[in-house]
Structures are given as structure tokens and as C-alpha cells.
């Protein structure tokens, strides 16, 4: 099984514009992601996939291997479809840009999920753990899953999910990480189904293929990751990153 990691990497972020270019501890942002998931040793091969010539030059100059999006998208998914579609490999990791602080566990258990998937059942795969802060949940910006009994996501949404209409109901409220696994069919099929109405809504790409009856297992973990969406995010990373 060829497995490669992609890094959508878009410069004009709306919440945060050119937050990937931004310097955390002593290197931006993208680079940090991209050095972090070559050094989990999980990948034949590592690409960051960008509209930007300031991001591709970033990569490219200090060594690494970058793509540049030929098409306008809308989503990441969109931007590494275009950039694999001709490539021969059977796994697609997405890592995000603004996730620097890649743990290898979680990723090796995510990829495992299709090695064990004799049946191909499953189309994409991705992570989630568990938050109990109130504050965390009512964030927008925090994306929550609801998932079946058997780990198949239901729905994701920036609102609260489920309702705590009964709060005694034990209900657990899991964030959803932006790290997906694709097995390549999924990815292209993606690529060529127009956008519906959830995604358009929620603006959250993961369900372009819940409405179209693609099948997205989860993974619980642990480790929580510290996305940068906001520049309160940034400072926090900083902090993580000179401790």
C-alpha cells in the first residue's frame, strides 16, 4: 500500500489571513507542519499543495517537495485531488497547514484502519477526542462529530452536537481533527461532485461526502492538536513551542 501525506496550504486564510506564513519559533507555520509529518516516518512521500508562490517557495527552498495548484478551489480536498489525481498511490493522508504539532500515534492508528479494511468499507477516515469545556464546545471554530456504533460519522457541525436538551444524558461531545485519510476513489469522486447544501452551510468540506453517502470512520484519541485559526491560537502555539 503507497501511502503519502498532502498539506493543503492556502494563503488567504478568511479567519486568519496568511497564517501559515507566520513565524513560530524561528520557522513558519507551514514549515513546521511539513517537517512534522516527514518526521513521522508513516509516508512514501510528503507534499504540500498551495495556491501561493510565497508558501511554495517556502517549502521548496528549504529542502522540501511542494505542489502548485493549477485550478481555484474551494476546499483542501479539492487542491489535493487535482494534485494526486495522476499519481499512483492508494492512500492519501490530509494533513492541514495550520496543525504544527502532528503526534505519530494517532496517525499510525488511523492508517492501520484501512490496512485491517479487507472489505473496503471504509472511504475516509479521521480523528476526533473528546472535550468537556463548555467554552470549547460553544466554539464555532471547534468542529464537533456525532459518529454511529460502529465509529461511521453521522454529521460534523460548528454548532453544539447533540443538544444538551437532557444534560444527565452522558452524552460525550467529541472535536473533530482536520486530518482525514482518503483512499484515492474517494478523493476523485470528491473532486467531481458538485457542492450541496450542508457544506455550503456549515462551510465545513467533510460534508460534501456525507451527502453523497461516502462513508468517514473515526478515530478517538488523546492527543489533542493545536490548530492555528486565530491569532490567539498563534500565541498559544508559541508558548507550546518555547516550553
Excluded: C, W
Amino acid at each position: 500500500m503507497k501511502i503519502i501525506a498532502v498539506i493543503p496550504a492556502r494563503y488567504a486564510s478568511t479567519r486568519f489571513p496568511a497564517k501559515l506564513m507566520q513565524d513560530l519559533g524561528g520557522k513558519t507555520v507551514i514549515r513546521r507542519t511539513y517537517e512534522a509529518a516527514v518526521s513521522t516516518n508513516l509516508f512514501d512521500d510528503v507534499f504540500v499543495v498551495t495556491d501561493s508562490d510565497l508558501i511554495y517557495n517556502e517549502i521548496v527552498s528549504n529542502g522540501g517537495k511542494a505542489i502548485k495548484s493549477i485550478k481555484e478551489h474551494e476546499s483542501g480536498s479539492d487542491r489535493i485531488a487535482e494534485a494526486i489525481e495522476n499519481m499512483e498511490v492508494d492512500l492519501v493522508i490530509n494533513v492541514q497547514g495550520d496543525e504544527p504539532f502532528i503526534n505519530k500515534k494517532p496517525l499510525e492508528v488511523l492508517i492501520e484502519v484501512f490496512k485491517n479494511d479487507v472489505e473496503k468499507k471504509v472511504d475516509l477516515g479521521s480523528l476526533m477526542f473528546q472535550i468537556t469545556d463548555k467554552e470549547e464546545i460553544n466554539n464555532p471554530n471547534n468542529v464537533k462529530v456525532i459518529t454511529d456504533q460502529n465509529g461511521f460519522a453521522l454529521y460534523f457541525s460548528r454548532s453544539v452536537i447533540p443538544f444538551p436538551r437532557d444534560e444527565n444524558a452522558g452524552v460525550r461531545y467529541m472535536k473533530h481533527i482536520g486530518i482525514y485519510a482518503f483512499r484515492k476513489q474517494a478523493l476523485l469522486d470528491f473532486y467531481s461532485l458538485p457542492l450541496l447544501s450542508l457544506e455550503a452551510s456549515e462551510k465545513l468540506e467533510q460534508l460534501r461526502y456525507l451527502e453523497y453517502g461516502k462513508r468517514i470512520m473515526m478515530v478517538e484519541t488523546t492527543h489533542s492538536s493545536i490548530g492555528i485559526d486565530t491569532e490567539e491560537d498563534l500565541e498559544k502555539a508559541r508558548k507550546l513551542i518555547n516550553n
